[in-house]
């Protein structure tokens, strides 16, 4: 290859761009255009990347050489980020820019794996596991599936058409949640009452908790990428504030009281089967919505199964939230940097879908909710159990680090 030019910046930077767009965090981003770029014979260029730019900066003879790209609207597809990561590996010393062009054009352009359908089902099962573990009965979990299906499928049809992604948060999170009530209400005229309403209608929204970008953000900062760091918890923090809103219009409306309420009461034995279940089916289901290929999500929900049902047993036997949280992200790490370092499975392939389905979206809508009614001191019970049991996730996960292979 011939020396570095600014061709050769932005294709680096086209790398770079697609990598933080599919959802990557800004740590392993630089070092997989530090890997491409030593394949394009690019000595040690400076990165500097938030959460909707990223810059780079090349040293030739005597000249610098500067470019700058926007990252476009933020997601999460596994499959882009394994495929990009894969790249460097497979270039040869003979490769040109051209043909780098091509095979990142063929990345961009491949269509997601699952269709629309498959994903919203995936997410209303995911919804009843989540609706089963927050203490609802099955009229809950039923209503939750359809009231997660439903906004899911009006999620993906608002992104297609590229509404603004605040506002379809709060549309989708209005339609999950109202959808929850009519199914409650037609339910209650059929004879089927609602003992357990609460956790059923915070479950039908709970698959709208921008759980990536909260964990992102507080892993890039332990990462010391104070930039990308900040930007994802503002975009994280905007999205939860947009889902709130879509939450409390219809909590007002509605007149919902969501005080939380006794679970339902069942053997242990069962109760631990059935938790392991909705923890491997929610696992799945978000791992297809990211886009993760199908075997890969099959060890992600037996990941999220393992994870989460340790936790939830920690929490039985009198442990706090945080801690539990933190046992439970550790595992995650290390399976990932085990995945990784034998089978070059990338770590957010198996972190992403387990992690999140154990965000405290529950805590943070209680805390808005309440902070909206003036009931301050529940609010902000509610938001620190909240922020210590993300902050635990991320430690966990920052921790399984430490064990990485050299």
Known sequence: MTSPNGDSVGVLLQFGAMMLGAGNTATRTRESMEAIARRMAIAAPAVSISFDSITATVRRSDEWITRVRDIGPAAVNVWQVAELERL?????????????????????????????????????????????????????????????????????????????????????????????????????????????????????????????????????????????????????????????????????????????????????????????????????????????????????????????????????????LAPAAFCAALVIGLVAILADHRFKVPPIAMTVAPVVIMMPGVYAFEAIVLFNRGQMIDAIQASASCWFVIGALAMGLATSRFFRPK
């Open 88 to 320: 460097p590996r497979t270039l040869k010393p003979e490769t040109g820019l051209g043909e780098i062009e091509a095979k990142l054009a063929g990345i961009k352009s491949t269509v997601h794996q699952y269709s629309t359908l498959q994903i919203a089902v995936a997410v209303a099962l995911a919804t009843a596991g989540f609706a089963f573990v927050n203490g609802a009965a099955a009229p809950e979990m039923i209503a939750s599936a359809f009231g997660g299906g439903i906004g899911q499928w009006a999620r993906m049809w608002l992104s297609r058409r590229r509404f603004n992604q605040f506002g379809a948060a709060a549309l989708s999170a209005a339609i999950a949640s109202g959808v929850f009530v009519i199914a409650a209400g037609l339910a209650g005229r059929a004879g089927f009452g609602f003992a357990h309403y609460p956790a059923g209608f915070i479950a039908s929204v709970l698959f709208l908790v921008p759980g990536f970008p909260l964990i992102a953000g507080l892993f890039d900062l332990l990462q010391y990428q104070t930039v990308a760091a900040v930007s994802r918890f503002a975009f994280g923090l905007m999205i939860l504030l947009s889902v709130a809103l879509g939450l409390s219009f219809v909590v007002e409306v509605a007149k919902i009281d969501i005080s939380r309420q006794p679970p339902v009461e069942l053997v242990y034995s069962l109760k631990l089967l059935l938790r392991a279940v909705s923890s491997f089916v929610a696992g799945c289901a978000f791992a297809m919505a990211f886009n993760t290929p199908l075997r890969i999500a099959l060890f992600a929900g037996l990941l999220a199964l393992v994870a989460n049902s340790l936790r939830l047993v920690l929490i039985d036997i009198g442990m706090m």
